[in-house]
């Protein structure tokens, strides 16, 4: 398998295979009794440490391609692998995020965190010492009493996103998880998700519907066809690693990759029409 030239340069050379595998990969629901066919001729590699993101028309298959990554289905057609091995029904190694946090209301900030490391059985002494990191972590400190009805949409996304690395899975299956906020605060999230990723080196597959948000936190970014889903571009995001996600409007660069990716969309969209 190939070296994704990012990392050639940057890491090791444990990562010259991709973590995650999609070879030839198609899927086929059954709806209604009649065929579906959500994706085909997918060949995607997702390299340890690096976010892609997955932009396209909507019902173009983009979360199908997370869920076979998470194992909770299987592809009708072709395999998809992790660190080499099939992906088996349920793969531990991946955490979702979706749009909605599923917070419990009944639960504070600190119970909220601490549910998987209950689960896991650790010690009192040992769960509220990681809560305590996890929230610095995310920039909840201080927060730990208060309840989810008590925090806005960003402290919310922040609690759900600290219960999540609770798990301490190595890769992140991010679907849409900033879609429901307003424009300022989705802005944050971005520059604090690039900055937690790369802290903890993490690797993220993100959907999103927002080109300029695919732009602006991947490393790369896969771009779909409408139904059925195929991926019509790969394209290389080559902003500095540190980008200023604030000022990037104002770079060149990152204008000349989304107006380019728009042009790859647009006749996707073009058909919706
Ligand atoms: N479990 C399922 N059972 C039946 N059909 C499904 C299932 N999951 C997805 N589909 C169908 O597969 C197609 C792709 O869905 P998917 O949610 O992956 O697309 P998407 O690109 O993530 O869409 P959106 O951007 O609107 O969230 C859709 O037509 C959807 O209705």
């Not at 190694?93 to 998987?116: C, E, F, K």
């Not at 879609?179 to 999103?208: G, H, P, S, W, Y």
């Not at 204008?255 to 058909?271: C, F, G, K, N, Y």
Request: one cysteine or more; charged letters at 25%; a negative charge.
């Amino acid at each position: 398998m190939t070296k994704h030239p990012d990392q050639a340069m940057t890491q090791s050379d444990n990562v010259t295979s991709p973590l995650i595998a999609f070879r030839n990969v198609g899927k086929q629901f059954i709806v209604k009794g009649e065929p579906l066919q959500a994706v085909h001729g997918i060949d995607l590699d997702v390299y340890e440490g690096e976010i892609l993101t997955l932009v396209g028309p909507s019902g173009c298959g983009k979360s199908t391609l997370l869920n076979m990554a998470a194992g909770l289905f299987a592809p009708t057609e072709g395999e998809v692998f992790y660190r080499g091995s099939q992906v088996q029904p349920y793969n531990p190694a991946v955490g979702y995020m979706t749009q909605s946090d599923h917070l419990l209301p009944w639960r504070d900030v600190i119970g909220n965190i601490a549910i998987p490391l209950e689960i896991k059985g650790l010690s009192k002494s040992e769960i509220s010492r990681r809560v305590e990191e996890l929230m610095e972590t995310v920039g909840l400190g201080g927060f730990g009493k208060s309840y989810p009805n008590q925090l806005s949409g960003g402290m919310r996304k922040r609690c759900a996103l600290a219960r999540l690395l609770a798990y301490d899975p190595e890769t992140l299956l991010m679907d849409e998880p900033f879609a429901a906020l307003d424009a300022l605060l989705r802005m944050r999230m971005q520059i604090e998700i690039r900055d937690l990723c790369r802290r903890l080196n993490k690797t993220v597959m993100f959907v999103t519907h927002d080109l300029d948000e695919a732009v602006a936190i991947g490393d790369r970014c896969a771009v779909f066809t409408g139904r059925p889903g195929s991926i019509e571009r790969i394209v290389d995001v080559p902003l500095a690693p540190d980008r200023n996600i604030l000022h990037l409007r104002k770079d060149p660069d990152y204008r000349a990759i989304t107006a380019d990716l728009w042009e790859v969309l647009a006749p996707s969209i073009e058909q919706e029409l």
